[in-house]
């Protein structure tokens, strides 16, 4: 990218760049070092240094938005200075399949920060911390069998730049996740070497949908997908009751058994001993979830009817699981 590029020269106490202000070049340090600062509740907090190699600026250049910190100078510094027409030069070189995937990271690394910087609460750190490791590890992790292995290091300068918190913070919050049965942490030579290791990265994804969902109250979050939030405390019994009671009930050309919504009622108020609202509950909250389906008519019972799956229920049944081991994780990293 240097060549790319022209050098810039900037004393101490010189700003580079301004934080909130329109961004059309990236930097990249030849020398000197220069400090990363941002305005958090009114007080401006240094979030960190950098020095020769490192590369600052360039979100603004993937997003075209203003600037999420200040840098300023604290040393003589010479900067390979990289525009926006050089950039999109360097950009056009690449894959046009490819491309995508940075303002892909992009978008979903502001969107973290913009939640971090309303409340800087520990619940949407842990949150924006594990989406941060979650796409870095698409895009920069080398696979290890079912997970991915990331430098902590780079995460931590990464999170530093992008959610605006400073170091230790950051650095607990990936501790503290690889104590878990998600992630665990592996010695290098140096300190600088130690590797952040993803146990599996489809199971790291699932927590974070659970986080979503859990913390979905808080302006901000996105909607939740009522994968593991609308499953009432009844939820396990009534998946139970419909996995033994499909035997007994006319299926589909698709193999999905269908029960007849009045037959469901009685006989579950009957064997389960719940009243009429709890076995109506249930059911809205297994249909909010997607694991069955509740239909006007059924022509193979002539009646309004509960429309399902036995491996859809079966699959509901460990998502239930896996939600009770989720909120244990959670619980742990929450107290910290």
């Known amino acids: 990218m240097a060549e790319q590029s022209k050098d810039g020269k900037y004393e101490p106490g010189q700003i580079i760049l301004r934080e909130n202000t329109p961004g059309d070049s ?40 203003p600037r999420s910190a200040t840098v300023t100078a604290v040393e003589p510094s010479r900067l390979s200075v990289v525009t926006s027409a050089r950039f999109q030069a360097i950009l056009n070189s690449i894959p046009k399949e490819v491309r995508p995937l940075f303002s892909s990271l992009s978008e979903r690394l502001r969107h973290t920060s913009r939640m971090v910087s309303v409340l800087g609460q520990r619940e949407r750190l842990l949150y924006s911390t594990s989406v941060l490791l979650h796409t870095l590890s698409a895009l920069k992790g080398i696979p290890r069998g079912r997970g991915v292995a990331l430098r902590k290091r780079d995460v931590i300068l990464e999170a530093i730049r992008v959610l605006a918190v400073v170091h230790e913070k950051v650095e607990e919050v990936i501790d503290s ?15 600088e070497d130690e590797v952040f290791v993803i146990a599996d990265s489809e199971q790291f994804g699932a927590f974070i949908d659970f986080l979503s969902e859990k913390l979905s109250h808080i302006p901000g979050f996105p909607l939740p997908s009522h994968k593991y939030s609308v499953l009432s405390e009844k939820a396990q019994e009534a998946l139970f009751f419909l996995k033994n009671a499909s035997g007994n009930l006319p299926r589909d050309e698709n193999g999905r058994s269908h029960y007849d919504f009045d037959r469901y009622v009685k006989e579950s108020v009957a064997n389960l001993g719940w009243g009429v609202k709890d076995a109506i509950l249930s059911l809205q909250n297994l249909a909010a979830s997607g694991h069955l389906e509740l239909v006007k008519f059924s ?8 429309v399902y799956n036995v491996k859809d229920v079966s699959q509901a049944q460990m998502i239930l699981l896996q939600a009770d081991e989720f909120e244990r994780i959670y619980r742990k990293l929450i107290k910290g």
């Open 177 to 191: 996740l690889a104590e878990t049965e998600l992630a665990n942490l592996e010695s290098g030579e140096v300190a």
């Open 299 to 306: 022509g193979l019972v002539q009646n309004k009817a509960i």
């Open 26 to 65: 990236a930097y990249i340090i030849l020398s000197g070092k220069v400090e990363i600062s941002k305005i958090i509740e009114g007080q401006r907090v240094v979030l960190d240094r950098l020095g020769p190699g490192s590369i600052f600026g360039e979100m603004s250049l993937l997003d075209g938005r």
